[in-house]
């Protein structure tokens, strides 16, 4: 395990008594501090724990090159990282191993996590699988992948057990510092299957001063996500798509995600990046109807208020649950979305 850390002092003992809860009990940990100016090598070091390895760097090299760096020096089969902000139920690692033992196609086991918001509210996220809520599910290739595009769930390396492979295989991109968790899961998923454990065995803290936090506060990962379509592309171009217009599917989700994320931030009164999501969708987007979307949507944002856009989705959440129809069991299929589908979808599931 890697433990990526800088100036945690407040929350990394948490994280490090959930390591030592964990009832598999074959691990080390590498806590790679990242030149941290508070006390958080000093709590290393009271732990007295010899699974802890303790990596001080004399200079901030940054999140993402420290995390590299962790990988570099581990040789095990396995790699989980974990955020020091973060924390496991005790079973993380045991389930997680446990899963991959059994799956040896799947490069990454996930586990559905506990959001916690700083407050203390806690929601339960997890991949959108037909697992219910207990058990596993193995994905293919294909499945994972399309689940991951369609979707955009919250996947934190927190909730992630991986293979020593993928993380030789590819690396953390630095120059995408809020995105680069994202190209990674869609590169493991690219390649192989993708184990899903239903229970919620991570806990991910969001707070201003996390990295989730700030990205998605400013809408930092907008830019990051463009790039990202772009790279994910050659990959496909050069080692083949994992199915059939996953390329263009990726762009139209990654400009739907902008139009909704848009809309969110207008109704948080944050014209000005709500603006730039809108822009960005309708300069991305691969299909006439998404670009006349965030066309409109960019007037609708300059022309209301935050609370006529709340009351706008309010009428709008209930006309879409009178349009859509229940499907009759069995009717399920796999493959593109329509844009209308798709925000029809959300809008259900708003107030």
């Not at 454990?197 to 990051?224: M, Q, Y």
Request: with cysteine; glycine share 6%.
């Amino acid at each position: 395990m890697v433990v990526p850390n800088y100036n945690r002092e407040v929350l990394l003992p948490t994280c490090l008594e959930s390591l030592r809860a964990q009832t598999f009990t074959d691990w080390r940990a590498v806590i790679g501090d990242n030149a941290s100016t508070d006390r958080s090598v000093e709590i290393v070091r009271s732990f007295a724990d010899p699974r802890f390895e303790l990596v001080c760097r004399p200079a901030n090299v940054g999140y993402i090159r420290n995390t590299n760096r962790l990988i570099d020096g581990i040789d095990s089969e396995f790699v989980a990282i974990l955020h020091s902000d973060d924390w496991w139920e005790p079973d993380f690692l045991r389930q997680m191993v446990g899963l991959l033992e059994e799956t040896p196609a799947a490069f990454m086991a996930v586990s559905a996590i506990n959001y916690v918001v700083e407050g203390g509210t806690v929601s339960v996220k997890r991949l959108n699988t037909d697992g219910g809520i207990g058990g596993s599910t193995v994905l293919p290739s294909v499945e994972a992948t399309r689940i991951l595009v369609q979707t955009w769930p919250f996947l934190t390396p927190s909730d992630v057990l991986a293979r020593c492979e993928l993380y030789r295989r590819f690396r953390f991109e630095e120059s995408l510092p809020y995105s680069t968790d994202w190209l990674m899961w869609l590169r493991a998923a690219s390649v192989g299957a993708v184990a899903v454990c239903h229970r919620p065995l991570a806990n991910n803290r969001i707070h201003p001063s996390s990295v989730t936090g700030e990205a998605e506060r400013n809408a930092l990962w907008a830019d990051e996500w463009i790039r990202l379509v772009g790279i994910l592309e050659a990959d496909w171009h050069a080692d083949g798509s994992p199915y059939p217009g996953a390329a263009r599917e990726l762009r139209a989700a990654n400009a739907l995600r902008f139009v909704i994320k848009s809309y969110e931030l207008h109704e948080r009164g944050n014209r000005a990046a709500a603006l730039k999501l809108a822009r960005l969708a309708q300069v991305t987007a691969p299909s006439r109807a998404l670009r006349a979307g965030a066309r409109g949507l960019r007037m609708f944002i300059r022309m209301t208020t935050p609370a006529a856009a709340v009351r706008f989705r309010r009428l709008a959440a209930r006309l879409a649950r009178r349009l859509r129809r229940p499907r009759k069991p069995g009717s399920e299929v796999q493959g593109p979305r329509s844009t209308v589908t798709d925000i029809l979808a959300v809008l259900e599931r708003s107030d």
